[in-house]
């Protein structure tokens, strides 16, 4: 089991610039999430997926937010344009069923918007 | 607003003794709570869960407990060891078991050896 995978590990950009973070949840995983963990305000769901179709994306804190699971192998979240603000750690999750199994969670993306 | 509050940032305990890290949530209708644990560079991990029908659930070195009325929860661990160390999160959620959870700002906790 290789566990969530997400890249790039690290992304540098300078503000206006489109950044396109992925996501390959677990095989056999229905469900995926992205949070963003900053240290004011902890982990916050952004968007989550089940059976790749988007269930709540109340959590995208604008319209520059966006986020797709064209299959159950790969999401994105692409901001556009980026902001300063908006660097942080950004984490992808899946898990076996939308309830009753833990979240496992990727390594993170941590991006910063210069 | 944050509806799952760590008023704690940092927490330091001696190895073989108590850690004990609390979280307090405004929410009413959250009926299902977690604790996660993050190392530096890695992603959360999950560690315990507790569901509204309860007030404590155990795991070896680690205890959940829950109060309800306060809308408070702790985790317990005990003995403390070097390797607990970590970042702990406390999440919640409106169902029981979903997965659409809402996390706290997290507590470092160091055990010293």
């Known amino acids: 089991d290789a566990g969530v995978i997400q890249s790039p590990r690290h992304e540098v950009t300078e503000m206006g610039q489109e950044v396109t973070l992925r996501c390959k949840p677990i095989s056999g995983h229905n469900s995926l999430f992205w949070y963003r963990q900053t240290m004011m305000r902890g982990l916050e769901l952004l968007i989550y997926?089940?059976?790749?179709?988007?269930?709540?994306d109340s959590g995208m804190p604008e319209d520059r937010f966006s986020a797709k699971m064209p299959n159950a192998s790969f999401s994105t979240l692409k901001i556009q344009p980026s902001e300063p603000r908006d660097s942080a750690v950004y984490f992808c999750?899946?898990?076996?069923?939308?309830?009753?199994?833990?979240?496992?969670f990727g390594n993170g993306t941590r991006l910063t918007v210069t | 607003d944050q509806q799952v509050k760590q008023n704690s940032p940092s927490l330091s305990v001696q190895e073989g003794r108590i850690s004990i890290l609390n979280c307090d949530y405004t929410n009413s209708m959250f009926d299902y709570f977690l604790w996660y644990k993050k190392y530096p560079a890695e992603g959360p991990t999950f560690l315990i869960s507790i569901s509204s029908i309860k007030d404590k659930n155990e795991d070896g070195r680690f205890t959940v407990f829950l109060n309800k009325s306060a809308k408070h929860l702790s985790l317990h661990i005990v003995p403390s060891q070097p390797g607990d160390s970590a970042v702990y999160f406390c999440?919640?959620?409106?169902?029981?078991?979903?997965?659409?959870?809402?996390f706290g700002t997290g507590t470092r906790l160091t055990v010293i050896p």
């Open positions: 997926f089940n059976n790749n179709v988007p269930i709540d």
């Open positions: 999440a919640a959620s409106a169902l029981t078991g979903a997965n659409n959870l809402f």
């Open positions: 999750a899946s898990s076996l069923a939308l309830y009753g199994s833990p979240l496992h």
